[in-house]
């Protein structure tokens, strides 16, 4: 399995931006597909994103489309998520997962997962 490791989170104002990564280690990051998910307290984990192992697909949810980017560079081993205008909607503990196929929106097909790194927007 992959590990990996989300930072970047914290509390920000409403329009404001983050940029979250998620380091991995372990087997071959480049590898696998990479998604984001996010989960509200009192929700269910949703996707947001996902960007296939090269980089050269991606896929977002309808509510973070021309807001969001993924991106990863295999050469750290990392994979991101730029957050432009942040709205309260968006606070969430935000959560990293690898797959090995190409395209699943539900976490049930993701395989290794991070611990999430809280994301606060104030309005």
């Known amino acids: 399995q992959v590990q990996l490791v989300e930072s970047g989170g914290g509390l920000v104002q409403a329009g404001g931006s983050l940029r979250l990564s998620c380091a991995a280690s372990?087997?071959?990051?480049?590898?696998?597909?990479m998604g984001w998910f996010r989960q509200a307290p009192g929700k269910e984990r949703e996707f947001v994103a996902a960007?296939?192992?090269?980089?050269?697909?991606?896929y977002y949810t309808d509510s973070v489309k021309g807001r969001f980017t993924i991106s990863r560079d295999n050469t750290v081993n990392t994979a991101y998520l730029q957050m432009n205008s942040l709205k309260p909607e968006d606070t969430a503990v935000y959560y990293c997962?690898?797959?090995?196929?190409?395209?699943?929106?539900?976490?049930?097909?993701?395989?290794?997962w991070g611990q999430g790194t809280h994301v606060t927007v104030s309005s």
């Open positions: 372990g087997r071959t990051f480049s590898n696998y597909h």
């Open positions: 960007i296939s192992w090269t980089g050269a697909m991606t």
């Open positions: 997962a690898t797959a090995t196929y190409w395209l699943f929106l539900t976490p049930n097909k993701y395989d290794s």
